[in-house]
């Protein structure tokens, strides 16, 4: 089974602060997405990579960075934390689809549940 | 751009009742589509999919059938459990590896 770890489950910083979320999978997928869930909103996409040292923004990339140097390895990054960044991290990965429409499923992390005081 | 649209919840049914949760889609062509399902505490995971029109996807008693003509994707079971209370989430894909999710519907079971 495909497993993806999520350094924290639970996480408590302050306003200004620069935090790091990680996230570890070992299936050797080339894909892997931070997205943030909050009430009333679904998922959202924050940032998402097809490779090493390659990086996309998503649909809500303001206040972040991402990182990927290894295959296995997709850090996000909120450079100066603000209190509207409170909310769900969750971390997924992927293999690349197979032609035009790509049906691969992701594979999701159990989040990580950032409070930003 | 792409969009899904679930019914809003939270849906409460008992034991052994019939569930439905509509879902529809906006998209340019003929994307994929998945039901994930996110119990308490965890992440998501995938329940079923569909890859094109009037495909049925199925998965632990849940049914869904990919219908172009309505560009829906509603899930179904003939008899939940309370071990199927969690969020329900409808997505798509397009061309991309990236998914588009709808708001997700929360379902409790009771007994």
């Known amino acids: 089974d495909v497993k993806v770890t999520q350094s924290s489950r639970y996480l408590v910083k302050r306003t200004g602060e620069k935090v790091f979320l990680e996230c570890v999978q070992d299936?050797?997928?080339?894909?892997m997405f931070w997205y943030r869930q909050d009430p009333g909103l679904g998922l959202r996409l924050i940032y998402f990579s097809y490779d090493v040292k390659m990086k996309e923004k998503g649909d809500i990339p303001e206040g972040y960075s991402v990182s990927r140097e290894k295959k296995e390895r997709f850090s996000l990054i909120l450079e100066s934390a603000s209190t509207n960044q409170t909310s769900m991290y969750l971390c997924?990965?992927?293999?690349?689809?197979?032609?035009?429409?790509?049906?691969?499923?992701?594979?999701f992390g159990d989040g990580t549940r950032l409070s930003i005081l | 751009g792409n969009s899904v649209t679930q019914m809003e919840g939270p849906v409460t049914l008992s034991e052994e009742a019939f569930l439905t949760i509509n879902c529809t889609y906006t998209a340019t062509g003929y994307p994929s589509l998945f039901w994930y399902v996110q119990y308490p505490g965890e992440g998501l995971q995938l329940l079923l999919k569909?890859?094109?029109?009037?495909d049925k996807g199925s998965n632990k008693g849940f049914e869904a059938t990919y219908r172009k003509e309505t560009t829906s994707f509603h899930l179904e079971k003939g008899s939940v459990q309370v071990s199927d209370s969690a969020v329900y989430f409808c997505a798509l894909n397009f061309g991309n590896e990236k998914l588009t999710f709808g708001t997700g519907t929360r379902l409790t079971i009771i007994p």
């Open positions: 299936m050797d997928h080339e894909n």
């Open positions: 997924a990965s992927s293999p690349p689809g197979q032609g035009h429409y790509s049906n691969q499923p992701q594979h």
């Open positions: 569909a890859t094109k029109a009037d």
